[in-house]
């Protein structure tokens, strides 16, 4: 697709569609404190029925139209995606959409070993992994499983073989993992990975979320400041999340990811589709409009365009710049493994 032929199409904020963050699995083999607590995510949980998800085609015809609206990016997330067996044939149709430029993926590592080759031949571009600790007793107490670090460690080697581009996520919650920040920090920082530190966020509401156990962005900054300087970078493009640093004297970069302290709602380009195939227009959304409604009742991409041009050019949302202690734990919210991260 020619440039000249993209449609652009800004929300009531005069911000474009540009991101979209795509769930393609509402299940997980993780149980995270800040994301599907075990209390509520347990054996007797009911996820998705298969047919409830949306296909392979459906998928690559949805993303396609987000494409000519704008979007250039894409991520794919869950859930644990990597539990979707075949994300390698969604991500080969993806990778051949004109004016698609980025394909990501947002997992815990875990299966990349298996995966990683795979998804790299299909088309994928990098991962994001999420990692909370190197200590094992705190890793295992965060993904409430009792798994350690070792084969998250072994899931990013297998991506680096692979020739994925890496960054490893950190969600820092007070009195939990907090003490790993700087240890996290010095072993990536040898590596010349990317380190990405995310303040625990009032996502969905089963987490438990209270003011008191963020770690802000400035503790965290200090923390490695003191271990290694720092010295910011520039922002590489509008809408970009997180706040970029890099560690004096080496092209090594750490970034904060500071949606509580810092709020990053004005620049925010990002839609997002559940994995049964809802539209949010804010990751502490509400309420969602069905697209996979549509495409089964015989929508083409016109129509499917039509509505979702429709559905942004009227999002007012900045959730983050409006919290309150109240609303955080008043206002119903999607669960973060349904939504997508």
Same mark, same amino acid.
């Given at each position: 697709?020619?440039?000249?032929?993209? =449609?652009?199409?800004?929300? #009531?904020?005069?911000?474009?569609?540009?991101?979209?963050?795509?769930?393609?699995? @509402?299940?997980? +083999?993780? #149980?995270?404190?800040?994301?599907?607590?075990?209390?509520?995510?347990?054996? +007797?949980?009911?996820?998705?029925?298969? @047919?409830?998800?949306?296909?392979?085609?459906?998928?690559?015809?949805?993303?396609?139209?987000?494409?000519?609206?704008?979007?250039?990016?894409?991520?794919?997330?869950? %859930?644990?995606?990597? /539990?979707?067996?075949?994300?390698?044939?969604? &991500?080969? #149709? *993806?990778?051949?959409?004109?004016?698609?430029?980025?394909?990501?993926?947002?997992?815990?590592?875990?299966?990349?070993?298996?995966? !990683?080759?795979?998804?790299?031949?299909?088309?994928?571009?990098?991962?994001? =992994?999420?990692?909370?600790?190197?200590?094992?007793?705190?890793?295992?107490?965060?993904?409430?499983?009792?798994?350690?670090?070792?084969?998250?460690?072994?899931?990013?080697?297998?991506?680096?073989?692979?020739?994925?581009?890496?960054?490893?996520?950190? =969600?820092?919650?007070?009195?939990?993992?907090?003490?790993?920040?700087?240890?996290?920090? !010095?072993?990536?920082?040898?590596?010349? &990975?990317? *380190?990405?530190?995310?303040?625990?966020?009032?996502?969905?509401?089963?987490?438990?979320?209270?003011?008191?156990?963020?770690?802000?962005?400035?503790?965290? $900054?200090?923390? &490695?400041?003191?271990?290694?300087? *720092?010295?910011?970078?520039?922002?590489?493009?509008? %809408?970009?999340?997180?706040?970029?640093?890099?560690?004096?004297?080496?092209?090594?970069?750490?970034?904060?990811? !500071?949606?509580?302290?810092?709020?990053?709602?004005?620049?925010?380009?990002?839609?997002?589709?559940?994995?049964?195939?809802?539209? $949010?227009?804010? /990751?502490?959304?509400?309420?969602?409009?069905? *697209?996979?409604?549509?495409?089964?009742?015989? !929508?083409?991409?016109?129509?499917?365009?039509?509505?979702?041009?429709?559905?942004?050019?009227? #999002?007012? @949302?900045?959730?983050?710049?409006?919290?309150?202690?109240?609303?955080?734990?008043?206002?119903?919210? &999607?669960?973060?493994?349904?939504?997508?991260?």
């Amino acid at each position: 697709m020619e440039e000249r032929d993209r =449609v652009k199409i800004t929300d #009531r904020l005069a911000r474009p569609l540009r991101d979209l963050r795509l769930s393609v699995i @509402d299940q997980c +083999n993780f #149980r995270c404190v800040y994301c599907m607590p075990a209390e509520v995510f347990g054996p +007797n949980f009911r996820f998705l029925a298969e @047919d409830q998800l949306l296909t392979v085609d459906e998928m690559a015809l949805l993303v396609e139209c987000f494409v000519e609206l704008g979007v250039e990016k894409i991520r794919l997330t869950g %859930g644990e995606p990597l /539990l979707r067996r075949d994300l390698d044939a969604l &991500i080969e #149709r *993806l990778s051949a959409l004109p004016g698609l430029r980025d394909i990501g993926l947002t997992t815990n590592g875990v299966h990349l070993v298996k995966w !990683a080759q795979r998804l790299k031949e299909a088309g994928l571009k990098r991962v994001n =992994v999420s990692l909370d600790a190197l200590d094992d007793d705190i890793f295992r107490k965060m993904n409430g499983i009792g798994v350690g670090a070792a084969p998250v460690l072994k899931g990013i080697e297998a991506a680096l073989a692979a020739g994925l581009g890496v960054k490893v996520n950190m =969600v820092v919650k007070k009195g939990w993992n907090d003490s790993q920040i700087v240890p996290m920090a !010095a072993y990536f920082k040898d590596l010349g &990975i990317p *380190l990405r530190l995310i303040e625990f966020m009032d996502v969905g509401t089963t987490n438990g979320w209270d003011y008191s156990h963020v770690v802000t962005k400035k503790e965290m $900054y200090e923390q &490695i400041n003191s271990m290694h300087p *720092l010295e910011p970078v520039e922002k590489a493009y509008f %809408g970009e999340v997180a706040s970029r640093y890099r560690y004096v004297g080496t092209e090594v970069e750490v970034g904060f990811i !500071a949606s509580v302290t810092e709020t990053f709602c004005q620049s925010c380009t990002r839609a997002r589709i559940s994995a049964d195939g809802k539209l $949010y227009t804010c /990751l502490f959304a509400s309420e969602g409009v069905s *697209l996979k409604d549509k495409l089964r009742a015989g !929508a083409g991409k016109e129509e499917l365009k039509a509505l979702i041009a429709a559905i942004w050019s009227e #999002r007012t @949302d900045r959730y983050s710049e409006e919290r309150t202690a109240e609303t955080a734990k008043q206002r119903p919210k &999607i669960e973060m493994s349904y939504i997508g991260g």
